[in-house]
C-alpha cells in the first residue's frame, strides 16, 4: 500500500474525527449515510453481509488493482509477491482481492467489509487494524541527478534552499517540510500542475511516483523527496539517478519530531488475534524471501535504534 499523506492511520484518524463531528451535527444526515436508524426511529438497522466461512486453505490479500510498484493485477507489485510468500509460508494459497480504487480504501471498504482478510504494507500500528510486527523498515528519501554532485541528506541542510523546484508528495511529511522551511510558496504552482491542479481537499490526489522520478530525470525538478518503497523500482532503472536516505532528524515549528522512517507491517480486522498470530510466524518463516524482494526492488532498509 503506497504511503498515503502524512502515512494512512493518520488520515485515517483526521476521516474519523470529521465523521463524528458530522454526526454531532446532524444526526439524522449522518444516520442516513452510515445505513442506521435515526434517533427514536423503530426502524430495523442495516444488516452487513454474513461473514464467509473461514477457509484455513486461503488467504485473502485485500489488493489495489492499479497501484504500482505496490500492487497490480497481474501481480507484478513488490507486496504482491510478498504477500505471495507469507502465505506460502502459511500452507495457504494466496488470493488477491483486487479493489478498483486506490490502496487508501482498502481497510475501509474491503477489509472491513469482510471481501478480504489482510492488508499488504501498512504503517506498524495503525490503529484501524491489528498490525503484525514489522517486516522492513525504510526512509523518506531524497532523488537527485548524479551529474548534479548534489548531497544533501537532511530538511536541515542550508543548500535546500538554493535549489529550483523540489516534487513532493501531496498531504506526506516531505509536504511539511517543504512548509517548514518556507519552501512551498515557490513550488506550489508547481506541484498542483503536476496532477491537472485538483484539490486533494475534495478528493484523494497524488503525483504518481514513477511522475515524480521523471520529473527529476527531465531537470523539471532538481530534487524529489518520496517514500523510499514509492520511486525505488523507478530510480533503480535510472542510471542517471541517485536516491539517498533522509536523516531522521527533521521537526515541525514546535520542536515536534516530523518521523523520515517507519515500519511496515500487514494488518487485519480488529479482534482477529488468530489470523495476526499465524502471519507474525509466517513472516519470520518467510523474512530471507521478503528481504530478497525487497533487495530486488531496491528498498533501503533501515534499522531502527534502539
Known sequence: MSRLASHSSALASVAATFSLLLALSNSVVAAQLIGQPEAGSTAAPAREPPTPAADDTKLRICASAKQLPYSAQDNSGFENKIAAVVAKAMGREPVFVY???????????????????????????????????????????????????????????????????IVVDLGSPSEAMLKQINLYADNMAYLYSLVGFRSPRNEYVQIPPERMVAEVHNGGADMAAAFAADVARYVKSDPTLKMVAIKDDATRSDGEKLPQQYDQSMGVRLGDTRLLTQLDVSLAKAALQIDAILRDEGIPVVQALK
Open 99 to 165: 479493489a478498483d480504487k486506490p490502496a487508501i480504501y482498502l481497510v475501509r471498504d474491503w477489509l472491513n467489509k469482510n471481501k478480504c482478510d489482510v492488508v499488504i504494507g501498512l504503517d506498524t500500528g495503525d490503529q484501524r487494524v491489528l498490525t503484525t510486527k514489522p517486516y522492513y523498515r525504510t526512509s523518506y528519501v531524497f532523488i537527485t541527478k548524479k551529474d548534479k554532485n548534489l548531497d544533501i541528506r537532511s530538511w536541515n541542510d542550508p543548500k535546500i534552499k538554493s535549489l529550483g523546484h
